[in-house]
C-alpha cells in the first residue's frame, strides 16, 4: 500500500462487522494481513444472533461421512435453475466452490459445531446439503467468530464508526474517510475496502424506489440494512444489479422476529385469524400471502399445527427446534387452550379445524391447496406471525473474486463487497432463494475476497 496522508493503514479494512466481515477479517489475518473492523454500533455481527445461518455446502467431509454424494458443480446448477438462470455463471460456479472449504474452516479453525441436515432436502436442493453452525445456529456462529477476532493479534476492531466515503486515487479505491459517531472527528484509514455491511431492506426511501411491490410491508429483519454499502460502492463507480429483489415472509414470528422456515406448511400447518378462520392457501407465492396476513386483524395471523408437524419440522430443522418454537410457540392440549393463549375465537377455530379435517379426509380444501398431509388432531402448537420484508436480493456487482466492478464490467482496484452489500444468489423480486445460499453467498464472498487480498498484500517473490 502506497504511504500518504494516513492516520492508520492496514492491508484490509472491513466495513461492517457482519458475520461475513468477521469470517474475512480472521482469513486475511491468519495469513498475515493487518486488518481493521469498521463497525457502525456498538455489537458485532449484525442480526446474525436471530438466524439461523444455515450453509449450503457440497462436497463437505460431513456429507462424505453420511454417504451422501455431492459435487460444487451440482449445486451450481441447482442455484442457476432457482433463479431461473439470472445469475452470473462465473460468480456461481466459485461460490459452490467455497461451500465445502468454509464448513471445514469453521469447524476446524473456528471451533464450530457443524451439524449436517442429512434427512432434509429442501426444495431446489438436488441431495441433503444445509449444514448448521452449533446448536443455535447464527448465535453460535457469531460467538465463534467473535472470540476469534477479539483474540487475534492482527485484527482491530473500531465500534461507533460511521464511514463518511470511500478514498479514491486514479479509478482506485485506497481507503476509507471515517470518524466516530459521537465525536465527528474525521480520520482517513488505508487499506484495501470489503463492504460487508447490510442492504437497504431497512431504507423505506430505497425500497420504495426499487422495490414498490414491498414498500407496503414492514422491515423486520435483523441488523441495520440502511444501504450504506450500496451508498459508498455507487459513490466508487460502481454497478449495481438486480435492486429490485426482496426476500419477504408471511412467517415472522412475533414477538421475537424470528422468521419460520420450518416445513411446517408442507407438513400440513393452516394459517387462522383472529376470529380462528383460514383466509388463504397457505402455500401460495411469499409477496401475495404476507400482504394478505398483513390485512387481518391487528396485521397478523397464527401458524396453527399438530404434535405431528411439530416432529417433522424440529427433525428437518434444528434451529426451529431449539430456538424459534421454544421463543415464540404455545401449545395446548385442546384448541381451547390454544384459544384462549392467543385470545382466537374458540367456535371459529373449531369450526375451521373440523372443516380442514373433513377435506383432508377427501384430498379436498377449499382454497385449493395442494395436497393435504393429513388432519390436524390434539396437542396443538400456534405461532403468531406477521409479514414483513427480511432482506435485499440486489446490491453492488461483483466478479468471481468478490471484487466490485464498474459499469463496464471492469473491477474497481482495492473494493470487495460481501453479505447484504453484494448482489446476491437469487432471481428476480421475491424468488429464487435457495435455502442455505444467502449464507453460502456471504461467506463465501468473503472467502474470496480475502484470498484475493491476501494474494495482493503478498510481497514480490525474489
Not at 414498490?212 to 414492514?218: D, R, Y
Not at 450504506?228 to 444489479?241: C, I, K, W, Y
Request: a negative charge; charged letters at 20%.
Amino acid at each position: 500500500m502506497p504511504r500518504g496522508p494516513w492516520q492508520e493503514e492496514g492491508d484490509l479494512l472491513v466495513v461492517g462487522a457482519s458475520i461475513c466481515g468477521l469470517a474475512a477479517a480472521i482469513m486475511a489475518a491468519d495469513r498475515g494481513c493487518r486488518t481493521i473492523i469498521l463497525e457502525r454500533g456498538r455489537e458485532l455481527g449484525g442480526g446474525a444472533a436471530s438466524e439461523s445461518e444455515v450453509l449450503a455446502a457440497a462436497g463437505s467431509r460431513f456429507q462424505h461421512d453420511a454417504g451422501i454424494a455431492d459435487d460444487p458443480a451440482r449445486l451450481a446448477e441447482d442455484m442457476r435453475a432457482a433463479a431461473h438462470h439470472h445469475l452470473a455463471s462465473e460468480v456461481a460456479t466459485a461460490l459452490a466452490e467455497q461451500g465445502a472449504p468454509l464448513v471445514a474452516w469453521l469447524a476446524d479453525r473456528c471451533g464450530t459445531r457443524i451439524e449436517l441436515l442429512a434427512t432434509h432436502v429442501p426444495a431446489g436442493h438436488s441431495v441433503a446439503r444445509l449444514h448448521l453452525p452449533g446448536e443455535r445456529g447464527g448465535a453460535t456462529l457469531l460467538a465463534d467468530l467473535t472470540r476469534a477476532v477479539t483474540r487475534h493479534s492482527h485484527v482491530t476492531v473500531r465500534t461507533g464508526t460511521v464511514d463518511e466515503r470511500l478514498v479514491r486515487d486514479d479509478g482506485a479505491v485506497r481507503g476509507v474517510a471515517v470518524r466516530a459517531e459521537r465525536r465527528g472527528a474525521v480520520q482517513v484509514l488505508a487499506g484495501r475496502v470489503l463492504l460487508s455491511c447490510g442492504g437497504f431492506a431497512g431504507n423505506d426511501a430505497l425500497v420504495s424506489e426499487h422495490i414498490p411491490a414491498v414498500a407496503e410491508l414492514p422491515y423486520c429483519g435483523s441488523g441495520r440494512a440502511t444501504g450504506d454499502g450500496l451508498q459508498l460502492g455507487r459513490e466508487a463507480g460502481a454497478s449495481v444489479q438486480r435492486l429490485g429483489g426482496c426476500l419477504v415472509t408471511p412467517f415472522l414470528a412475533m414477538p421475537g422476529q424470528l422468521a419460520v422456515t420450518a416445513p411446517l406448511v408442507e407438513h400440513g400447518a393452516i394459517l387462522v385469524d383472529q376470529t380462528g378462520q383460514r383466509f388463504a392457501d397457505e402455500t401460495g407465492e411469499s409477496l401475495a400471502l404476507a400482504t394478505t396476513v398483513r390485512a387481518r386483524p391487528g396485521h397478523v395471523a397464527y401458524l396453527l399445527f399438530d404434535e405431528r408437524i411439530a416432529a417433522s419440522a424440529r427433525a428437518a430443522d434444528p434451529f426451529f427446534a431449539r430456538v424459534v418454537l421454544p421463543r415464540t410457540g404455545r401449545r395446548g392440549t385442546t384448541l381451547e387452550d390454544i384459544a384462549k393463549q392467543f385470545e382466537l375465537d374458540v367456535n371459529g377455530l373449531r369450526l375451521t379445524i373440523d372443516t380442514f379435517n373433513q377435506g383432508a379426509a377427501q384430498n379436498a380444501d377449499a382454497f385449493r391447496r395442494g395436497k393435504v398431509p393429513g388432519p390436524l388432531e390434539p396437542p396443538f402448537h400456534a405461532v403468531r406471525v406477521t409479514g414483513a420484508r427480511l432482506r435485499t436480493l440486489g446490491g453492488l456487482a461483483i466478479d468471481a473474486s468478490a471484487r466490485v466492478v464498474d459499469a463496464e464490467g471492469r473491477s474497481i482496484p482495492g473494493l470487495y463487497a460481501a453479505g447484504g452489500a453484494a448482489v446476491g444468489l437469487a432471481g428476480e423480486v421475491t424468488g429464487g432463494v435457495l435455502p442455505g445460499t444467502e449464507s453460502l453467498a456471504a461467506l463465501g464472498l468473503a472467502r474470496l475476497a480475502a484470498l484475493d487480498v491476501i494474494a495482493q498484500s503478498a510481497p514480490p517473490a525474489e
